[in-house]
């Protein structure tokens, strides 16, 4: 992509009302721009970072055999009267009167209404396991939506439904979304702590939430140090494994790590002073079970081996999508901007011309970009008549991990610069060297 052609809105100004250092920097970085209190329009460069943090998602639940379908985000008010939600859920639910008098709601969830579909075209045994999710808009109007996208009232959530026969099926589901989901973040350079919790409005008996440690994060959490040095890595992982999926999820849950809801004095004063720590943290995601909860309510029950019809065990597990872009930003950035991990990068690779208009460095750059686009790699050309220092402003900013920077003096040695973001280290080598090493860097060599 040329950025003579890109649509990137950059602000020289730090935006007066931005609190924490992710809002400054998406906004800055013309990623988002607010269309009214915690709604945001999604700009092309905050677009494509959310596009990948999706496809990871995607790419994980499909590993874990999670089945991908779409809800709509408008409902009928009459399903979340059978649950008992219509009134629970409160003012933090969007209500709206269609033409013809009748209730209806922006989805701020969606148990109610995938339990609806189950219990309509599900009735044996035989079909379970089954487990479904989604990515979709939710609203939820929020007292006080702020930071940005980390507390929005329109926001984007992956939100899963596991059906099961029985209590400890149900309980491998979620043990298998813990593990899908420490893998997730993984993959996004995110390092998301599975945190005992307190289940809230979805109700239910076991829960843990995924919490990014961060100054600025909302949660009070408290830990044992030693849970940093966890690493979930490339190991390879049988979801149908019941025994497997328990022993990851005891070998991250079994150190203490708590939110201040669940937190418990007497126990972490057990852990050894030295590794006590407290903290604060966002949440990123959040697995539950509950049970029968929701199938007794409406009436979602399936035929056992024996006959009996009896409710099925569900659990749903959510992924706070656009609060990530926050969470990975407020994770990794410096005073000049943004970090992004290569896993989730608006592009692979910056190139910046140092002399537009010099027909070789010109020359050079094409060659470059279109070399790194056959290998079906995604670069971003500043092809612009800027001066070179507000150039490396920009890509330091919008926070691209490499940088190729093309000039004429360093052309007659034949050579370029490919420069790492966050180490600021720097390189001279040929230009199709340097094209190699970012097709290596992403695995496209
Ligand atoms: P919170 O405690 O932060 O209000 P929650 O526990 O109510 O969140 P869940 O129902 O668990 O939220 O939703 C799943 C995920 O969606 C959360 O872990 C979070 O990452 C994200 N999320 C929830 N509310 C918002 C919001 N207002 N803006 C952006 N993301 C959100
Ligand atoms: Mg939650």
């Given amino acids: 992509m040329r950025l003579s052609r890109y649509f990137l809105p950059v602000l020289k100004e730090t935006p007066a009302e931005a609190q924490i250092v992710s ?49 709509p985000t408008i409902q009928s008010a009459d399903l979340w009267r059978e649950s008992g939600r219509y009134d629970a859920y409160g003012a933090e639910m969007l209500r709206i009167t269609d033409r013809h008098d009748r209730d209806m709601l922006y989805t701020p969830t969606a148990e109610e209404l995938i339990t609806d579909i189950f219990r309509a075209n599900v009735s044996s045994y035989r079909d379970l396991p089954l487990t479904m999710y989604q990515i979709q808009w939710k609203f939820r109007d929020e007292i006080r939506p702020r930071f940005g996208v980390m507390r929005g009232r329109e926001f984007y959530m992956k939100d899963g439904y596991n059906f099961d026969l029985t209590k400890e099926d149900a309980l491998h589901a979620y ?22 919790a307190d289940s809230g409005p979805i109700g239910g008996d076991d829960t843990h939430e995924f919490l990014v440690l961060a100054e600025t994060g909302e949660s009070e959490v408290f830990y044992d140090s030693e849970i940093t040095e966890l690493k979930f890595g490339d190991r ?101 901007g943004i970090i992004w991990p290569e896993g989730v990068t608006p592009f ?25 686009i056959a290998l079906g790699l995604d670069p971003l050309y500043d092809d612009t008549n800027e001066r070179a220092g507000a150039k490396f402003a920009t890509m330091d900013l919008i926070g691209l991990p490499w940088r190729i920077t093309v000039g004429p003096r360093g052309l007659k040695n034949g050579v370029v610069e490919l420069t790492s973001r966050r180490t600021g280290e720097s390189e001279e080598l040929p230009p199709e060297a340097a094209v190699a090493k970012i097709a290596e860097i992403y695995g496209v060599a």
């Fill in 23 to 71: 809002h400054r920097y998406m906004l800055r970085a013309g990623m988002i721009k607010q269309a009214s209190a915690g709604i945001y329009s999604w700009l092309p460069l905050g677009y494509k970072v959310l596009r990948k943090i999706e496809d990871i998602i995607h790419d994980e639940q499909r590993r874990a055999g999670h089945i991908p379908m779409l809800m």
């Fill in 175 to 196: 043990n298998r979304h813990l593990v899908s989901y420490l893998r997730t973040y993984e993959r996004m350079g995110l390092q998301a702590i599975p945190m005992r």
């Fill in 236 to 336: 390879a992982i049988d979801y149908d494994n019941v025994e497997q999926c328990q022993a990851v999820l005891e070998e991250f849950t079994s150190r203490y790590a708590r939110t201040d809801e669940t937190h418990d004095e007497a126990v972490f004063n057990q852990v050894p002073e030295a590794r006590r720590r407290t903290a604060r943290g966002i949440e990123v995601g959040q697995i539950f079970y509950f049970g029968t909860k929701y199938s007794e309510a409406m009436g979602a029950t399936v035929s056992d081996k024996d006959g009996n019809q009896v409710p099925v065990h569900m659990g749903s597990h959510g992924i706070g999508v656009s609060r990530l872009l926050g969470a990975i930003i407020e994770a990794s950035h410096d005073d000049r």
């Fill in 348 to 372: 692979h690779c910056g190139i910046v011309n140092l002399k537009t208009g010099d027909a070789e460095a010109d020359a050079a750059c094409e060659k470059i970009h279109a070399a790194l």
